[in-house]
């Protein structure tokens, strides 16, 4: 990995300078963020979390977030704007020209519901507008159904059933880049997300790893590209979401997730190490279609 760290009191940092990023042991182990060999990237610290930049994307590779239950607070984001990292060129990242006259929404990575928490009420509050930089922003379709709404759930089922360290739950999340995502005004438009959350369960590390997939019905819509520059906005599909082995979120992403690899609670990534990726995914309709190796509600 080609990383850039912006430090605290460089010229470009100084906005941000007082952030100090995901805590690599939020959880009293060990959990780094994953690296991306051999691609350039920056790692941008914010309120309790950092996100790691692919600078030939202009998007994240991933977000890392850690999340203490305990200390969420009710914050709205009435007054917000997105804005630009001030530590980074403009052509290093998305922006509104991304966004404007189309139907794409700026999808958080880091979902703003988790990030706001705090031992005060400022701190909650500067982790809220921290989440509205384009950095943590990703086009998503704007018409979200139920399998969205089970997605962005995730975060909050798993800190309330398992997380069992004082409530706390880290969360990587980003895009998975593919040779069929259509361009956009410049930018690819990842038809895959993913999401790896890592908690103690009976004091041991443990980790699931889940994929929304907002694959466009190419069959059905013959004026996308695949691949290639669009003139308008991509029309998305559905979004479905599924449980899958965190190997094969390693697999696709190229991102180093041994550690959690290692730890997985999918019975069938324990069961079938050799799996070809996707074969095992799982379907979720709902929490409870879940495939763990312990109880939720157990405690």
């Known amino acids: 990995m080609d990383e850039l760290l912006l430090v605290p009191g460089s010229a470009a940092a100084r906005d941000l300078s007082n952030r100090s990023g995901y805590d690599v042991a939020f959880l009293g182990v060990q959990v780094p963020v994953p690296i991306l060999a051999d691609t350039k990237t920056i790692l941008l610290p914010y309120t309790h979390f950092s996100v790691l930049m692919r600078l030939d994307r202009r998007l994240a590779a991933v977000t890392a977030l850690g999340i203490d239950g305990e200390k969420l607070m009710d914050l709205d984001r009435s007054g917000i704007q997105w ?26 990575l880091v979902r703003r519901a988790s990030a706001v928490w705090g031992d005060t009420r400022q701190e909650a509050a500067q982790a ?36 069992d360290h004082g409530r706390r739950l880290i969360v ?19 038809l895959l997300f993913f999401k790896v959350a890592a908690f103690l369960q009976d004091g041991e590390l443990a980790a699931t790893g889940y994929i929304v997939d907002q694959t466009p019905q190419l069959a ?80």
């Open 172 to 190: 990587f999340t980003g895009p998975i880049f593919g040779d069929n995502d259509p361009v956009y005004r410049g930018v690819d438009i990842p």
């Open 220 to 299: 059905d819509l013959p004026d996308v590209p695949r691949p290639g520059a669009v003139d308008e906005a991509p029309p998305l599909g559905p979004f479905r979401t599924f449980q899958v082995p965190v190997r094969d979120i390693a697999a696709v992403t190229g991102l180093d997730l041994d550690q959690l690899v290692a730890v997985d609670r999918m019975p069938i990534a324990a069961e079938l190490p050799t799996a070809r990726v996707k074969s095992t995914w799982r379907t979720l309709v709902s929490p409870e279609d879940l495939d763990l190796d312990f109880d939720l509600n157990g405690d």
């Open 83 to 108: 804005q630009l990292d001030p530590r980074l060129a403009e052509d290093q990242q998305t922006g509104e020209q991304l966004y404007a006259r189309n139907n794409l929404d700026r999808g958080h």
């Open 128 to 163: 809220n507008e921290d989440t509205f930089h384009y950095t943590n922003a990703v086009p998503q379709a704007s018409k979200f159904n139920q399998s969205l709404d089970l997605w962005l759930g995730l975060e909050s089922y798993l800190l309330e059933h398992a997380a």
